[in-house]
């Protein structure tokens, strides 16, 4: 089945500095999401990319939608405290067997060092 | 607008019992997707509904199942519990379950196996 490679799985930054992280598949999504989940709550929606190519800021984030389909990366500009968490990649197809389906990576531990 | 609701928010069950939890989905979102969140395994799905038919379903054995109500509202119960069963149990709701809607996610059931 489909799986989603996602790279580094943590991070620790100085606040401030700028964070780069991507995921990979071995076949093509339609859609490409961000999530962010905090501990002992559900992902939230950070960005959504539905166009190979496109390109989509959300404040100091920043996320593209790899021409091939089968990548994604997410870029976190100035990071500050509030940025700690886990992100996670998810992505989804049309219809049939992918209806309501996601597929996340494994996700990246971001740790802000005040 | 209200988020998702799921509840309850933690759970405590003991080996051989059942469980039912719930997810009020977003008002207007007529999907609702079941995920199982592990250390080891991630983000796994589970089961897609909509409008009470279930249409699209993961790699869970039989004692997984679930439920949409014609309000929207969908239950998923886990019978004869293993320990291993112990998990953030997460759902989310889109107005189509498509590819082309995000995915707005609840806090998630917190269920351990004892």
């Known amino acids: 089945g489909q799986q989603l490679n996602q790279s580094p799985q943590s991070m620790f930054i100085q606040e401030g500095e700028d964070v780069s992280m991507n995921c990979t598949s071995s076949s093509i999504f339609n859609t490409w999401l961000w999530y962010k989940q905090d501990p002992g709550e559900g992902p939230v929606l950070l960005i959504a990319?539905?166009?190979?190519?496109e390109l989509t800021s959300n404040g100091r984030l920043t996320a593209q939608f790899g021409i091939t389909r089968k990548d994604s990366f997410l870029n976190i500009s100035a990071s500050i405290p509030s940025d700690v968490g886990i992100y996670f990649c998810?992505?989804?197809?049309?219809?049939?067997?992918?209806?309501?389906?996601?597929?996340f990576g494994q996700g990246t531990i971001l740790t802000v060092h005040p | 607008k209200a988020g998702v609701t799921q509840t309850p928010r933690y759970l405590i069950k003991t080996r051989g019992q059942q469980v039912t939890l719930s997810c009020s989905p977003i008002s207007g979102h007529r999907s609702v997707s079941w995920y199982q969140q592990t250390p080891g395994q991630g983000l796994q799905f589970l089961f897609e509904?909509?409008?009470?038919?279930?249409?699209n379903k993961g790699n869970f054995p039989g004692r997984f199942s679930g439920r949409q109500f014609s309000n929207s509202r969908s239950e998923m119960n886990v019978s004869t519990l293993e320990l291993g069963d112990s998990a953030l149990y997460l759902c989310a709701s889109s107005q189509t379950g498509g590819h082309n809607y995000g995915y707005t996610f609840g806090s998630g059931t917190r269920l351990t196996v004892v």
């Open positions: 509904y909509f409008s009470e038919t279930q249409r």
């Open positions: 998810a992505g989804a197809n049309a219809g049939g067997t992918s209806y309501g389906k996601l597929t």
């Open positions: 990319l539905y166009k190979a190519g």
